[in-house]
């Protein structure tokens, strides 16, 4: 998978990270996969709420897809839900102890940053994520929501 970076909006930001002032909706800001699938450790930036994966077959553009939206939103791990073709064989599981992946445990994380303006012009920011964790003992993944301001 390629990165490409946009410019940011000359006439509205200064910051790379400052909230355009017309901005009163959350917006997605950035997103991060930490040690899930073949992510290791992956943040992306959204260029004014909007985000462009493009690469080969096979490198991860669903997969970042399926492991942010709409998991983070509906913390539900059916895999059904974690597909973007809605089949079952991709569990959480297979996520974090499937293909290469060594040791008995593995901890990963996801997550999600909004932001907005507020009327009187603050920067508003708002995180949610989780912890996932599996083991080859057992099937099942624990998973522990966050949110931050």
């Known amino acids: 998978m390629s990165v490409t970076n946009l410019p940011v909006s000359r006439g509205n930001t200064q910051d790379e ?8 909706r959350w917006q997605p800001c950035r997103a991060g996969i930490f040690n899930v699938w ?21 490198t991860g553009k669903s ?7 709409p998991f983070l ?12 073709f809605g089949g079952s064989e991709r569990t959480m599981h297979w996520n974090l102890m499937g293909e ?3 040791g008995k445990t593995r901890v990963g ?6 932001g907005r303006s507020s009327e009187s012009g603050e920067e ?4 949610c994520g989780a912890r996932l964790q599996a083991s080859v003992h057992t099937t099942a993944v624990h998973a522990d929501y966050f949110t931050t301001t």
């Open 17 to 24: 990270h400052e909230i355009p002032q017309q901005r009163q």
């Open 38 to 58: 073949r992510y290791y450790d992956e943040t992306f930036t959204f260029h004014e709420g909007c985000l462009l994966l493009r690469g080969q077959n096979g």
């Open 124 to 127: 508003e920011w708002f995180s």
């Open 63 to 69: 997969k970042a897809l399926e492991l942010l939206l």
């Open 100 to 102: 290469g992946t060594s």
């Open 73 to 84: 939103f509906d913390a539900s791990l059916r895999p059904n839900r974690l597909s973007t």
């Open 109 to 114: 994380y996801v997550w999600m940053e909004f």
